[in-house]
């Protein structure tokens, strides 16, 4: 089969097309025909090996352990192991890899609990966008920010690949939404549901006065003392990622984020750090808001399978918004 193959970090030009074994099912395992992967921060980090940090910890030091890039996908079931209950071929479905990736190929194997139907009212470039940054936006906003219908939460890179999902489903959970975007995003945020929008070219949304009961960055370009200046009192911060950077840098915006982890225990302001495990609930859970209506994926651009270093290239330059899938794998 054909797959998107990284033997070492560097820039999109270390992604090579190559004619690998594909997997087989067995066990537990699904074996998935991809007809659509999306493009993360996830990928861009991975194959740059930023931070180096990173390397250490979780991904590889010499080079990526996992050597097929993607960990969205949505596709047909072709195979299933003994094991598997839930599927069988034929059925349409979607899920997270984790960080175990090989989603940017012809064929990928998952194990069951981390494939799901696929949401009955979207195509599979729009399912393809979900898992990883759906899952994001559902976790910070309800499991660890605790939105309640009636609050306000800001949400900082409310045009990106996290933000489209996190504005519109805080509207569905009865909040009242303020997104920070860039100025040529303001329509598409808008559009959304958003009630306010921040041009962060503009204003400064940490000066401002304007005061909330969660803000949920997604960017990390402020300090901990400014994100805390614009929490109502008893508010809550939640931390997730930090888009891409320049690369070579020792621990990326994991420094903003061990800076809150120290000081959560000595502050009165909530401070989380959130960190996502792919699992099936949240699958059913996002499939469940995305059938009834409460979001519906924001797609930018779609690349093919052999353009994905342009798709990744796309990504790390910042210009894309919303989501950017690979459809035809």
Request: neutral net charge.
């Amino acid at each position: 089969m054909k797959a998107i193959v990284q033997d070492r970090y560097g820039s999109p030009d270390v992604l090579e097309l190559r004619d690998v074994e594909p997997p087989a099912a067995s066990g537990d395992e699904v074996l998935v025909r991809v007809h659509a992967a999306s493009v993360n921060a996830h990928d861009w980090h991975v194959m740059r090996g930023d931070p180096y940090l990173a390397r250490l910890t979780e991904i590889g030091v010499s080079g990526p352990s996992s050597k097929i890039r993607g960990r969205d996908f949505a596709g047909s079931v072709v195979a299933v192991g003994r094991d598997v209950r839930r599927f069988r071929p034929g059925d349409e479905v979607y899920g997270d890899l984790g960080r175990a990736d090989g989603a940017f190929a012809e064929y990928v194997c998952a194990p069951e609990h981390l494939v799901e139907a696929k949401p009955a009212n979207l195509t599979f470039e729009q399912a393809a966008a979900i898992p990883l940054a759906g899952h994001t936006a559902l976790k910070g906003l309800r499991d660890i920010g605790k939105l309640q219908a009636g609050q306000h939460v800001l949400i900082n890179g409310a045009s990106g690949g996290v933000g489209t999902f996190a504005v519109q489903i805080a509207k569905s959970m009865g909040a009242t939404v303020t997104g920070v975007c860039r100025t040529r995003n303001i329509e598409l945020v808008a559009s959304l549901g958003a009630d306010h929008v921040i041009d962060y070219t503009e204003t400064d949304f940490t000066k401002n006065g304007k005061h909330y009961d969660l803000v949920f960055d997604l960017v990390g370009n402020h300090s901990l003392t400014g994100l805390r200046r614009a929490l109502a009192p008893g508010g809550t911060i939640v931390l997730s990622g930090g888009g891409v950077s320049s690369g070579g840098s020792l621990v990326g915006p994991m420094g903003l984020m061990i800076r809150a982890k120290l000081q959560a225990p000595f502050v009165r302001d909530r401070l989380f750090v959130l960190t996502t495990t792919p699992n099936g609930e949240i699958l059913a859970a996002l499939r469940r808001l995305a059938e009834s209506g409460a979001f519906t994926p924001v797609v930018d651009r779609t690349f093919s399978l052999d353009e994905v270093p342009d798709a990744v290239r796309y990504v790390e330059t910042e210009h894309a918004r919303a989501k950017v899938v690979i459809t035809a794998c």
